[in-house]
């Protein structure tokens, strides 16, 4: 008999719901776009009403609508959500305002208890588990931040004085489980709401890029995954809870008691691809669908064709800017005449990965390790001058994540060791995770780009004079 499994994956942009079968492979899949961010006054970033909850309902209505099995041959469903986020709830598990999005100011705050209706604190695992299950059960694997987790024991702090820095009573707090645990079965209710099966169980997973560094098999601490999504950075996984460290920070993994240790990043990465490719408008779409491709397949073909380096462009990925520098802004510099759209298309993407092998040294360097191998999942990863990008700037193969939507498949393998289909972690991923396109590197553009990086460390120190005084006119 055939059975198969539910992959949940709530992400920054959309939520996408995928069945798989037991070795791996994607049956069908539901996707729902997230609605834009509600930011009514600086500092608040927050997602709409109730969209996370309605856009998984969306997405797994879909899913479930596509599947050409018998939903009886389903066993159980993961369940991946955003991290960092924080949900307040009334006491029947509603929302007692819009969940908090990962770049809202109050989420690196303690909390502060302000509306008598908040019953309950948690995560927004822990908010779409409530509303799937009518459990008060979540990961402890997706409290890493503000939040009174021992990260030794995995379990809240037994500390009174610990526990008061974070301004959460504990009666406040969810119950936690470990990753591959099942938090509970699918409520009629919910059932409804999504099409899932009702009685279905539910199994715990982790943070959402924990769980896409499962989905990509990563478990070798000699191999970098690189996560190409909203947020862009490094990964390596091991054993041990480094702590105190100053060029990169450890977070949990998707396995129970194992670690995640993550470089520093790009905030809104992927998006600033998405954001030039969107600035080239109506124009660009229609001559590239007269040609049969869609903007992107058209601009990796344009950008490809540019030579490495961009003819002297250099692109600064600070559409964003980090908390720490709020007058920072996004640069593009080395215009001379020479280039075209194509030269700063590529410039964005040399610059992606630029950046993240330039934290992924650090982090390197400070865990006495190197990286001989790199994975590259996310959307980003089917470009194929992406990939060979990635390959030439670290100087070592880049291997393409075998999955579209390797957060969906790690939430799958932890329902397959949740329910019992693969004993291990090890056996599931040994059973689900198959092989990806290779890209080698180009010897003669690994010395360009290393020649590069020494130039780009130094950008930094001379735009930010010019951005902080820009800040006090533009904000």
Not at 143 to 149: D, F, L, Q, R, V
Not at 175 to 182: I, N
Not at 318 to 325: K, V
Request: charge should be negative; proline fraction near 5%; hydrophobic fraction near 40%.
């Amino acid at each position: 008999m055939a059975r198969y499994l539910i992959g949940i994956d709530n992400g920054s942009q959309s939520s996408k719901v995928t069945i798989f079968d037991e070795s791996g492979t994607a049956v069908c899949e539901g996707r729902q776009t997230l609605r834009a961010y509600d930011t009514p006054r600086p500092g608040v970033v927050e997602h709409p009403h109730d969209d996370l909850w309605t856009s998984i309902g969306e997405a797994s209505r879909r899913a479930l609508a596509a599947f050409p099995g018998d939903p009886a041959d389903i066993v159980g469903v993961g369940l991946c959500t955003i991290r960092f986020c924080r949900a307040l709830l009334r006491a029947d598990g509603t929302l007692a305002s819009p969940v908090m999005s990962w770049m809202d100011e109050r989420v690196s705050r303690p909390y502060e208890h302000t509306d008598p209706a908040v019953r309950y604190v948690t995560t927004s695992s822990g908010y779409i588990t409530r509303r799937l299950t009518g459990q008060c059960k979540d990961t402890a694997a997706n409290y890493a931040g503000m939040w009174p987790m021992d990260s030794d024991t995995w379990r809240w702090t037994t500390d009174d004085a610990e526990l008061a820095k974070y301004g959460i009573p504990r009666e406040m707090l969810f119950e936690t489980v470990q990753p591959g645990d099942v938090l509970g079965q699918v409520t009629a209710e919910a059932a409804a709401h999504t099409g899932i099966p009702a009685g279905l169980p539910v199994v715990a997973t982790a943070n959402d890029k924990a769980v896409e560094a499962l989905g990509c098999g990563l478990s070798d601490p000699d191999t970098l995954l690189v996560s190409l999504g909203t947020y862009v950075a490094g990964m390596a996984t091991g054993a041990r809870n480094v702590k105190d460290t100053t060029g990169f920070w450890t977070n949990y993994a998707s396995r129970p008691h194992e670690y995640l240790y993550e470089s520093f990043g790009v905030r809104r990465g992927m998006w600033t691809v998405s954001w030039f490719r969107d600035l080239l408008g109506d124009e660009a779409a229609q001559a590239a669908a007269r040609d049969g491709m869609s903007v992107e397949e058209a601009l990796n073909r344009g950008a490809a064709a540019v030579p490495a380096g961009s003819d002297g462009l250099m692109t600064v990925l600070d559409w964003l800017a980090p908390t720490d520098a709020p007058y920072r802004k996004g640069s593009i510099l080395g215009f001379d005449g020479r280039q075209g759209r194509f030269h700063i298309y590529r410039s964005i993407l040399e610059a992606l990965a630029l950046t993240v092998h330039g934290h992924a040294t650090t982090m390197a360097a400070e865990l006495g390790t190197d990286y001989r191998q790199t994975i590259v999942s996310g959307g980003g990863s089917h470009s194929d001058l992406m990939m060979q990008i990635f390959a030439d700037v670290f100087g070592v193969p880049a291997h393409r994540a075998a999955v579209n939507n390797a957060a969906g498949l790690g939430a799958a393998i932890c329902a397959a060791v949740g329910v019992g289909l693969h004993a291990t972690f090890e056996d599931a991923v040994d059973a689900m995770v198959g092989p990806g396109a290779v890209f080698r590197p180009d010897a003669d553009n690994h010395l360009l780009y290393r020649q590069m990086h020494e130039v780009r460390r130094d950008i930094l120190t001379q735009t930010d004079p010019l951005y902080r005084a820009s800040y006090r006119l533009f904000g």
